[in-house]
Structure formats: structure tokens, C-alpha cells
């Protein structure tokens, strides 16, 4: 696939309305293959809470890329060996977690990207088919999707800047790790709660930012619901969560 034709049409959407992905935690390249047939224009491996290793990420991202779908890597944590492991295995972009700063994010994305855009280290791997495809995609390695992951009163208090960090694409809301740094894990019912999600997205809405959030149950409903509410960027779901519940016993 044309993969930096992905990545741009994903930055159309993201720009014109909303982007719908989902995710993948199960380290087989026959449930990506699944993921990637249906209907998605991204989906990301999870690196950080999946049990997938950096080996198994190029079995998965060519079963994701049969379908046409973008594969996007969700790191462990935004070092330069994660960044460089996911992406030079054929990562469209990456998800970065615990995103605190602007210099945070500005270091990411030069870890991220060729030079000149940033200091990744250039050489032949598997996302320009060891050295085949080098030229066609130096393009793709200047400007990979970016997404950062707000997940803690800190990042809240210095949005403003991190939203301003050239290369950036989107922000996804982590809402779990956010509640519990504002010591109300879970609690998303909670006006608290409820108040910094809306400052989130003003300062998100007013930078022209994508602001994402993650639907974990899948539900119809609730996706036209944060559509209509502005999120841009939204996972549907995981592969996990799909087959948990598709596959419990019925009783009769």
C-alpha cells in the first residue's frame, strides 16, 4: 500500500471531519488481517498494555496493510528506540503516551523523523522494503502521523504549548491515567472530570488540533455521540474487547 497516500488522507480527514481506527493488543497477524479488512483507515498496535514484542510488529503490520489499512504503533514510552523499532518496522506513525511538555514532544518527533525534519537514524529496514523503496519513501520518513496521549493534570497545564509543537496531529485523551493523576480514577461522571475534558478540547479546538478519545465498548450510539460532541480522532474499540464480547456462552 501507499502508505504516505494513508497518512495524509488521514490528515484530510482530520482537517475536514474525523478519522475512525481501532486497536489491536492481540499478538496474532491473522486477527490484524481481520482488523485490517474491516473498513478502518488505521490501526494501532499496542506496544505499551499488549503483550506484542518489536519482532512480531512486521507480520502485523503486513496483515494490517493488505486491507489498506494505516498501521500505527502505540509506544511502550516515546524513547528513541521505541520510536525508531516501531516506525522503521513499517509504522505509518506512532501514538505516544504520557505526553507532559512541549520540549517532551518536540524530542519525540525528532526521534521520529529523517533528517531534516529530525535526527532518526536513516538506513535500509523493513518500511522502505530494506533499502528498495528508499526514495519513494523519504517522504514518509520526514512527516510520520504523530499523536500525542493527554494523560495527566500536567499535560492539561501545559496544552496550550504541546498543542503548538510543529509535526503534531492529533491529542487522544487517556482517560483512565487522567482521572487517577486528578485522584479520581475513573471516575468520568464526576463534574471535576467532566470540566478539564471541556478545557481540553477548547484548547485543543482553538490550536485547530484533533482532539481524539477512545470508545472502548463498541457502540454506534456512543461514536455518533462523540462525533457530534467534536472528537476527531476516535479508536474504536480492541481486538480483545470485540471477541470478549462476541464469544460468551448464550444461555437459553
Known sequence: MNKFKSINGIRA??????????????PHSSIAEIMG?????????????????????PDLFRALELGETLP???????SLKDCKAALDAGAGGV???????????????KHCCWPPAGSRGVGFSRANLFGKTFDSYF???????????????NAVENLEDIVKVKGLDA???????????????????????KDLIV????????????????????SKNELKLRI?????????????????????????
Not at 517522504?139 to 493534570?153: H, Y
Request: with cysteine; aromatic share 10%.
Open 228 to 252: 457530534d460532541e467534536g472528537y476527531k480522532f476516535i479508536p474504536y474499540s480492541i481486538d480483545s474487547v470485540f471477541l470478549n464480547g462476541a464469544c460468551e456462552r448464550p444461555f437459553i
Open 199 to 218: 478545557r481540553i478540547k477548547k484548547i485543543a479546538s482553538f490550536a485547530n488540533i484533533a482532539c481524539g478519545i477512545h470508545i472502548v465498548d463498541p
Open 139 to 153: 517522504d514518509e520518513a520526514q512527516a510520520p502521523l504523530i499523536i500525542a496521549m493527554i494523560e495527566s493534570i
Open 72 to 78: 500505527l504503533a502505540r509506544l511502550a514510552q516515546g
Open 37 to 57: 479488512a474491516s473498513g478502518y483507515e488505521w490501526v494501532a498496535v499496542d506496544l505499551e498494555h499488549g503483550s506484542i514484542s518489536v519482532n512480531q510488529l
Open 95 to 109: 501514538i505516544v503516551p504520557m505526553i507532559e511538555s512541549a520540549g517532551q514532544m518536540e524530542e519525540i518527533i
Open 171 to 193: 491529542i487522544l485523551i487517556g482517560p483512565y491515567d487522567l482521572s487517577a493523576s486528578m485522584g479520581i480514577t475513573g471516575k468520568f461522571e464526576s463534574q471535576e472530570f
Open 13 to 26: 480527514s482530520l482537517k475536514e471531519g474525523y478519522s475512525i481506527g481501532s486497536w489491536i493488543q492481540i
